[in-house]
């Protein structure tokens, strides 16, 4: 694994959040944050909780120590929730940049630090499967949202 290679999914994980919170609001208050149909999360507790997790793992990866999580009541709503996106893909992307690649192979934990960077990319992919399912549950479907079309999408800009 290459930083460029980190660099490049935790940008496509930012893309795509945006594209979701976007169609997020396109939903009613309950929507968003009520019980779901399905699953045990709502849209607003899903995106919460990626954002929340990338912040703990990034916070263990640069001091060795999970800073205290962020709490839910501090993020009420889209806008709060958009601009906590915004500060976790600057602070996470910053930190992408402050490595090396042989960084990428040192020990965190037992394991390179690369697999726990891919983990939580491969985390938020999970969660935002979900939203996208609920989004498109609600009518509201965000349409492609593949890594593929991605990349595609930034070769032809």
């Known amino acids: 694994m290459r930083t460029a290679d980190l660099r490049l999914l935790y940008e496509y994980s930012y893309d795509r959040n945006m594209k979701l919170l976007d169609k997020a609001e396109n939903l009613t208050g309950e929507q968003f944050s009520g019980d779901p149909p399905f699953g045990e999360d709502s849209v607003k507790q899903l995106f919460f909780h990626i954002a929340r997790a990338e912040n703990g793992w990034r916070s263990a990866w640069k001091t060795g120590e999970r800073q205290p999580p962020i709490e839910p009541a501090d993020y ?23 490595l090396s690649d042989a960084d990428l192979d040192g020990d965190f934990n037992g394991v390179p ?45």
């Open 113 to 157: 630090l690369w697999q726990t960077m891919a983990h939580v990319f491969n985390h938020g992919t999970q969660h935002r499967a979900e939203i996208a399912m609920l989004l498109t549950h609600f009518g509201h479907s965000p349409g492609d949202v593949d890594l593929a079309f991605f990349v595609f999408e930034r070769a032809g800009e």
């Open 76 to 98: 009420p709503d889209l806008p709060a929730l958009r601009a906590l996106f915004d500060q976790t893909s600057s602070e996470t992307l910053g930190y992408i940049d402050s």
